[in-house]
């Protein structure tokens, strides 16, 4: 782990992120009234959350749960299906046209292995998420994780490290199945 990815627990950087999380929840119970035939009101609620806009060729189904919001960025054409969680402070990038299935899990943050650290510092590190991805139901996507464009993740996967493009990756932790070029 890069030190440069450690934020003490006691620091003022840490008080400011458990403020932000404190808005996003708030925010993200808001955003998971709305039904999905609500479709402009939880366009308007997404945005609020993560602090730009997403265009109305974004879909998402409620619920929905983030705890910090502002670090995620949408493109064109995005689905999310209901029950997602994006967590942790680091960036969320998704691409244009990128389907992400019910259940899924956005995870960029946690703590140091090191008993020492752990309780004393959190960390985080971005997910990339290319162009024309599906993440399958109730696939976790763990800190740091780049999947490449075209790339499908399996339902259930446990993503924790990079997804080259085109390929289908499996399993937990996942693996690359096959080339889907």
Not at 56 to 83: E, K, M
Not at 111 to 138: C, F, M, S
Request: aromatic share 8%.
């Amino acid at each position: 782990m890069d030190e440069s990815q450690l934020i003490g627990t006691n620091s003022p950087e840490f008080r400011e992120l458990f403020e932000r999380v404190k808005v996003a929840t708030r925010l993200s119970s808001k955003l998971s009234e709305y039904c999905l035939d609500e479709a402009e009101s939880i366009r308007t609620a997404f945005e609020e959350l993560i602090g730009k806009p997403v265009g109305d060729s974004f879909t998402l189904i409620p619920p929905f749960y983030a705890d910090y919001g502002l670090n995620i960025t949408i493109g064109r054409a995005v689905f999310i299906g209901y029950q997602c969680m994006f967590e942790g402070h680091g960036a969320i990038d998704i691409a244009d046209q990128v389907m992400i299935a019910n259940k899924v899990n956005l995870v960029t943050a946690g703590h140091p292995v090191e008993l020492a650290k752990r309780r004393a510092y959190i960390t985080a590190e971005p997910i990339t998420i290319d162009r024309n991805v599906w993440i399958g139901t109730a696939a976790t996507i763990l800190p740091g994780v780049h999947i490449g464009a075209d790339a499908v993740v399996a339902a259930g996967a446990v993503v924790t490290h990079d997804v080259p493009p085109a390929t289908l990756v499996a399993g937990a932790p996942a693996k690359v199945i096959r080339d889907i070029s």
